[in-house]
Structure formats: C-alpha cells, structure tokens
C-alpha cells in the first residue's frame, strides 16, 4: 500500500514551541501534501510539495521532503493553540488519476 | 468560488438499511470527486474515485457502491448496511489536474446500530 505514515501519533506542546510531524512513505511519488483536520471536520490542504523539491515554507509553515529516504517532515513554528488539529501527509500513486492515499495522522495539542 | 455540500452531517442507521449519502459541488465544471472513510481515530481510506459523470473507480471492495449522476454530484451507497460500515464519511473534489490539493466535505458521521 503506498499509504503514509506519521509520526508521532500524538504530539502535546506549549504555545510557542515548534512541532515538528513526520511522515514517511512506501513508493516513488510525484508530489507530498500536507492537510490538518479539526475534531468532525473535514480535512484541509495546507501545502503541497513536488518530489524534485527539497523544502517549502508557507507562513508558519515548513516542509522538507527527502525521496532518498521516503520521508517528509512538516515544521510549525511559534504555534498557537488554534493549531491544534490532527495532521495528515498524503502521496500520490502515480497513476495519473490524482488518487491521494493518507497516512493515520498526528495528533497535535498546542496548551495555551 | 468553489464549495463542496455533504449531507446529512450525521446518520444513525440500522444493520441491513439502506443508506445513501449525496455531496453536490459548486463553483467548478468536471471535478475529480471522491469519497473517503475514516474510522475512528484512524487515517482516510478512498473508497471511490470518479473523473466523470457515470466514471466510477473502486479501490477497495466492500458493502459500498457509488455513483455520479450529474457532473458535481457523487453518491454514496448501500443496499443493506453492516456494523463495519460505521465511520466518518469524507467527499472530496479537485480540478482534473495532476497534483491539485484535494478539497473536502465537512463529512457525514455515520452509526450502524
């Protein structure tokens, strides 16, 4: 299965502090995305990184993608207790079709 | 701008009913749409994927069917629901374009009692 895997499943931290997520893969892909989901909500994309990209920054956000080692981190700095979400990492199968497999997601608590 | 409607929000069924979820997209013309469950405290697993009206792809079988009616409708479907079908349903659209974020549905909770 080309699903990801994140860790650490959960991740508690003061307001202020950087969480730092990762997520690692099985196959080759084509691009990584990084989306959070709040409590019975639906899932929101907040970055998409390129398999010939190495990093990317989005605001508080930053992503680094290693395909040598099949594996992608996602960075928030200075977070806020609005951050607290769970965090998905899903890749691409490289079927053309665009099918986006997830991993099981980090649990991120930001304590005010 | 684009908007994606799932209803209802929650749905608490009996074993062996039937069940049938719509989400209806607004905003754009031959989306990719998708349905996804998530159970509980777990990660999303697509279940159908579609890049046209009639267009249906399976990734998993099971006690679900699907089908696209309209071109920015997506139906969720089932003739007779089992305990295992309980979860977190997600529809999903993008543009058909590879590497385009996907957009989600705010989901439909589902209990099979």
């Known amino acids: 299965s080309q699903q990801g895997e994140e860790d650490p499943q959960a991740l508690s931290i003061q307001e202020g502090e950087n969480a730092t997520m990762n997520c690692s893969y099985k196959t080759s892909i084509n691009n990584l995305q990084w989306y959070r989901q709040n409590s019975g909500r639906g899932l929101v994309h907040l970055i998409l990184?390129?398999?010939?990209?190495r990093e990317k920054h989005s605001g508080r956000l930053r992503v680094t993608l290693d395909t040598s080692k099949k594996s992608s981190s996602l960075l928030i700095t200075a977070s806020r207790a609005a951050d607290t979400a769970s965090y998905f990492c899903?890749?691409?199968?490289?079927?053309?079709?665009?099918?986006?497999?997830f991993g099981t997601g980090t649990r991120l608590t930001v304590i005010p | 701008s684009q908007t994606i409607h799932q209803w209802p929000a929650t749905l608490v069924q009996p074993v062996g009913s039937p069940l049938s979820l719509e989400c209806t997209v607004e905003g754009t013309s031959n989306p990719n749409l998708y349905w996804y469950r998530q159970a509980a405290g777990r990660g999303l697993q697509l279940l159908f994927y579609s890049v046209g009206i009639g267009q249906i792809s399976s990734e998993v079988p099971q006690n679900l069917s699907a089908s696209r009616p309209q071109d920015r409708q997506f139906i969720l479907s089932s003739k007779k629901l089992l305990l295992s079908d309980s979860g977190f349903y997600l529809c999903a659209w993008t543009i058909d374009q590879y590497s385009s974020p996907l957009h989600f549905g705010n989901g439909t909770r589902l209990t099979v009692t």
């Open positions: 899903a890749t691409d199968d490289q079927t053309g079709a665009n099918n986006l497999f």
């Open positions: 990184i390129r398999s010939n990209e």
